[in-house]
């Protein structure tokens, strides 16, 4: 199974993805040249990649995507081949929620069948947003069947909790049409 995972800047892509694979991540990061500098000190430009085994028999492969725009054909090459979406949006950084909602309207449209949830990064953080007040801020319709979860990416009982949930979106959307195998 393929699982990618995209968001902003910062959204902490790269830290999910070192929390629960059970290999050495495979990273692209270079140092940040631009805005993105202001946030850390490097960025992905390529991918990440990282994987782990639930039971004897899934092995899930993640993909984290670059953060920024200017590495959008990255995205195209990712998700093209997905089997579900995660789009990671920092609760404690609102400026950013413009550009998380833009990766939304980019994955409904190019992968509107693949299984998608949202998740709502740094909650931990004083200053987050309520993960109830995020969907709306994105632009997302009330009655949208988008799950949306708040998590501290560091932390690998909240990562297990949203791949869970996300795979067995996944396994409901498979039974419901076998041929998307």
Do not use: C
Not at 132 to 144: F, I, M, N, Q, Y
Request: avoid cysteine; charged fraction near 20%.
């Amino acid at each position: 199974m393929r699982i990618v995972v995209t968001g902003p800047v910062g959204a902490g892509k790269t830290t999910l993805i070192k929390t629960i694979s059970e290999i050495d991540v495979v990273e692209t990061d270079r140092a940040a040249t631009d805005d993105s500098a202001l946030l850390k000190p490097n960025t992905t430009v390529a991918m990440d990649f990282g994987r782990i085994t639930f039971g004897a028999d899934m092995a899930v492969h993640i993909y984290g995507t670059p953060g920024q725009e200017r590495f959008d054909f990255m995205w195209d090459i990712l998700v093209r081949r997905a089997h579900a979406l995660m789009l990671l949006v920092p609760l404690h950084r609102p400026s950013d929620f413009f550009m998380a909602s833009k990766m939304l309207r980019y994955l409904q449209f190019h992968a509107s069948e693949v299984p998608l949830v949202v998740v709502g990064t740094h909650s931990d953080l004083p200053d987050a947003w309520p993960v109830e007040e995020v969907l709306p801020a994105l632009g997302v319709e009330p009655d949208a069947a988008i799950p949306i979860f708040a998590i501290n990416a560091t932390q690998t009982r909240d990562v297990v909790q949203v791949l869970i949930a996300l795979i067995e979106r996944y396994q409901r959307w498979v039974q419901a049409e076998p041929v998307r195998q």
